[in-house]
């Protein structure tokens, strides 16, 4: 059976690379068979904004249009190739210091889908919720939410149109019309349309500029690789948010959230995610603790992921299939370690990945594990250390991440050495967030962090000196480091378009450059080398 799945990658291969000489003839992008490439930075400029600040509640984008029952922040995500999840919420969200849950069960959750508009043969019914975010200080306010409503609709047809409404017919209270379009079933020749990948929103003018984009880029499908809302850059008595929590509110009894903010993030987002699949993993931001020890209560409630589709039986690590790319989904802030529940689940997932039919392995995390920014740098060494020698193993292509508030991607490497089989990492965490852009690189002078700096939120402290290389015995580099290919402070979006089983296309958009025609800041085409690449993952199969 191995080598049948290896005569097929072969096959495939060779099926492929005929087009895509034609396609590099017709192109002068670079692809990563040219690299490993020289390490290139390109310096902030500083007549852009590092940083803009949040929208307020009452911005036309934020505030709440829908009345009564009636849906609003619609999302999408995908169940499976032939299904989608749908969600919405209904209802007044309340703050305050007493605060009562509504009744999940007073509103209906119905979708109504179909293949022509204004026609909706079928119908799908789900579960609702409520959820709490509780204070019980002097000057904080508690909050609980509106109606949170979660449908499943199977039974579609892969790359298909569907339109939609959503809600209680009974009320009535339906929303209006949405569509989207289903991706294709896994195989090597079918993929979506274009990926579009976004880290560390938030809320701000910059965000703005950042979904506008995106909007513009047309996606089929959304990445959002951690931190949301940054709802945790307040007080729950609200005002402005703060680039520094801990610097504006150092007396704060616990760092606690201003929960409206997920409401607006919710609409703001939804004229892109009621129609395109937004699939989320979490960040730091999302941890939102509670006095109790509840963490993660918006994120885990709010949006609906493959996590029981794809055997984790938790929504902070899944996977999913898109075409022929599978995507695997990890949480850097539950147990990652060897011995835990998702490394195993990770094994066996990363075990039944059928290469002959999804030839592209893409996963994705918060916090990234290269990086060569001061700004959280090793800060999830352990993680890296305990997961690393298995993404390698089964020859992941892409790894994205967010975290740090700026774009880097690396050269191919595995273990801090340049290695044509090691994934092509990115990071993509300047979605335009509060917080501002970062610029300081860790090897430039003055700017390596202290082994003290760069605590993560979980999860221990594993921060080296590097043993072998241009950095041996060093804490940091002195110059750009050799696996880092391209770095630049700027905040954007990635879009990723799989063009075949070997070649994709990754283009890096800046938000400055949505008012150039076809200007963009970093563009590349990804190789996948499976006749090189392919024997230590059948090894690991067998």
């Not at 499943?152 to 959503?166: A, N, Q, S, V, W």
């Not at 949006?303 to 850097?332: K, R, T």
Request: aromatic share 12%; with cysteine; proline share 7%.
């Amino acid at each position: 059976m191995n080598h049948l799945k290896l005569w097929l990658l072969i096959n495939t291969f060779f099926i492929t690379i005929i087009t895509t000489q034609t396609l590099l003839a017709e192109n002068q992008i670079p692809t990563t068979l040219d690299g490993p490439f020289k390490p290139v930075t390109r310096r902030f400029d500083p007549s852009l904004r590092r940083g803009s600040d949040d929208l307020p509640m009452n911005h036309p984008r934020l505030k709440k249009n829908a009345t009564s029952n009636f849906p609003e922040q619609i999302s999408i995500a995908i169940s499976s190739p032939t299904s989608m999840w749908v969600s919405w919420v209904t209802g007044e969200a309340q703050i305050g210091s007493d605060v009562i849950p509504l009744d999940p069960a007073s509103v209906a959750s119905e979708v109504w889908y179909g293949k022509e508009s204004g026609k909706y043969e079928s119908r799908g019914k789900g579960n609702s919720t409520v959820y709490t975010q509780l204070y019980p200080f002097e000057g904080l306010s508690n909050y609980t939410s509106g109606i949170i409503h979660h449908v499943r609709i199977d039974g579609l047809e892969p790359g298909t149109k569907y339109f939609y409404k959503c809600g209680d017919s009974s009320i009535p209270a339906m929303s209006e019309e949405h569509v989207f379009e289903t991706l294709p079933l896994p195989s090597p020749n079918a993929y979506p349309h274009r990926i579009a990948i976004i880290g560390d929103l938030g809320l701000t003018s910059n965000s703005s500029t950042t979904i506008d984009h995106v909007i513009v880029n047309d996606p089929s499908m959304i990445l959002m690789v951690g931190d949301l809302t940054y709802a945790n850059q307040y007080l729950t008595t609200g005002g402005k948010g703060a680039p520094c929590y801990s610097c504006a509110f150092p007396d704060a009894p616990i760092r606690e959230t201003y929960q409206p903010r997920w409401d607006g993030w919710g609409r703001f987002m939804e004229p892109l995610i009621s129609s395109s699949p937004m699939m989320v993993i979490e960040g730091n931001h999302e941890i939102e603790p509670q006095v109790s020890g509840i963490t993660f209560k918006s994120y885990l409630t709010r949006y609906a992921v493959p996590s029981e589709e794809s055997g984790s039986n938790s929504n902070f690590y899944y996977s999913f299939d898109a075409g022929g790319i599978h995507f695997v989904m990890l949480g850097a802030y539950v147990d990652y370690n060897s011995t835990g529940a998702q490394y195993s689940w990770l094994k066996q997932d990363l075990n039944q990945v059928d290469r002959a039919k999804t030839p592209w392995l893409v996963a994705a995390w918060h916090p990234p594990w290269y990086n060569s920014y001061s700004s959280h740098y090793q800060e999830f060494e352990c993680m890296r250390q305990e997961m690393e020698a298995l993404l390698y193993q089964y020859r992941v292509d892409i790894v994205f991440s967010g975290h740090v508030h700026a774009y880097e991607r690396m050269n191919r490497v595995y273990n801090y050495t340049l290695d044509a089989c090691g994934p092509v990492y990115i990071t993509v965490g300047d979605g335009g967030n509060i917080e501002k852009v970062d610029v300081d690189h860790a090897d430039e002078p003055g700017n390596c962090p202290s082994a003290g700096d760069n605590i993560p939120e979980f999860g221990g402290v594993c921060h080296i000196n590097f043993s072998s290389g241009p950095a041996e015995g060093k804490f940091c580099w002195d110059k750009q480091p050799e696996w880092s290919a391209f770095r630049e402070s700027s905040f954007g979006h990635g879009i990723l378009e799989v063009v075949n089983s070997t070649y994709a296309l990754w283009t890096w958009h800046r938000n400055q450059d949505i008012y150039k025609d076809d200007s963009h800041g970093d563009q590349i085409y990804v190789v996948r080398q499976p006749e090189l690449c392919i024997a230590s993952t059948l090894e690991v199969i067998s």
